[in-house]
């Protein structure tokens, strides 16, 4: 079913149940593709979905007007799980205007080559449906170059893209549906920010200038993803400040992978060692956590040691996998080191200190490198490497 937002404005997205993975990010919860229609003396939807689940989204539309007398069609994001109904959508509804921004109209023309009747559209822009007025607001990557906001203003009502979702399936649809929110809807906004927006701190720092110097203020914020914030959507603007600036918490990782347990026997001197500190210490076997829930909680976290045996003279599989994937995600303020043990050669903490050095952590030590089993003097090393962090 369609649900209303607000007179006239309705949820006729989708919620996809099975997803479990977005772009290596693991998705355990599911996610919902949003969509919004506008009932005004110019129908308007808001974005698309999935081109494999367009018949559900056409479905809601259809419990609350013609799919066919929809006039115009607002794009916010290219990206495939916003816009990939869009071309069945265009064929069947035949809208007037399709509106997004410069960016935006290059991406679709050339993903689907398709002449469209678009109308580009820049921050400040305004469209009058009638009673309502549409006011655009561009956000270049976030995530996307094509990415912008369209703001209902009569409403103060934000219609956010991609920025403040959440990848969760849920039949609920409100911040003040879900029990416990937002303490357990918080886990997966966290995350969401952690593995799609961190690289984007400084632009969204510029983001709530402009919205400050715009005067919007928000009644509700409707995301692409997740729940629609109507309760309390200066929670979600809150958060993304406090990560947006880089604030960390007295909080170490111990990030590892092991082949015999002498790297791991490290791992857990290490962590014994910052707990007596007082930092609070977790240990992340990387076999047994995802790289995108490693992801989600280095975003606040002060500290990061990164430790690995050396296999085949470099690193184990696991440990370049997780070094790709964050540094393609460019965390700031970490305190770092590397650790790990070896048979004959060596290099996997040499190796580790490089890739720590270039994502411009702070590194404070060359690294600790323990030969076959740590003995009492390793482990020994291996506090006082937790006591330097």
Known sequence: MSVELTPGVYWVGVIDWNLRDFHGYLTEAGSTYNAYLIIDDKITLIDTVKKELLPEMLCRVAEIVDPEKIDYIVSNHVEMDHSGGLPETVARVKPEKIFCSPQGKAGLSRHFKQDWPFV?????????????????????????????????KEEELLFSSDAFGAHLASSEHFDDQLPDCPCDYGRQLKKYYANILMPFGGLITSLFAKIAQLGLTFKIIAPDHGLIYRKNPAWVLEAYQR?????????????????????????????????????????????????????????????????SPTLNNG??????????????????????????????????VKLITKELEEMKFKVIDPGLRVQYVPDGEGLQACRDLAKKI
Not at 252 to 264: A, K, R
Not at 316 to 338: E, H, M, R
Request: glycine residues 10%; contains cysteine; charged residues 20%.
């Open 315 to 348: 690193l184990f599989p696991t440990v370049s996998d997780l070094l790709t994937y964050l540094k393609g995600l460019k965390p700031i303020n970490k305190v770092a080191a590397a650790f790990g043990s070896y048979g004959w050669s060596g290099e996997a």
């Open 120 to 152: 580009e559209v820049k921050t400040g822009d305004e469209l009058s449906l009638g009673r309502r007025t549409l006011a655009f607001l561009e956000t270049p990557m976030l995530h996307w170059p094509d990415s912008m906001m369209t703001y209902l």
């Open 243 to 307: 990560w947006a600036s880089g604030a960390t918490e007295p909080k170490g990782l111990v990030i590892y992978d092991t082949m015999w347990h002498s790297t791991e026997t490290m791992a857990e001197a290490i962590v014994e060692a910052l707990g007596q500190e007082g930092v609070d210490a977790k240990p992340m076997h990387l076999r047994n956590w995802h790289r995108s829930d490693v992801v989600t909680e280095c975003l606040d976290a002060g500290a990061v040691l990164i430790g």
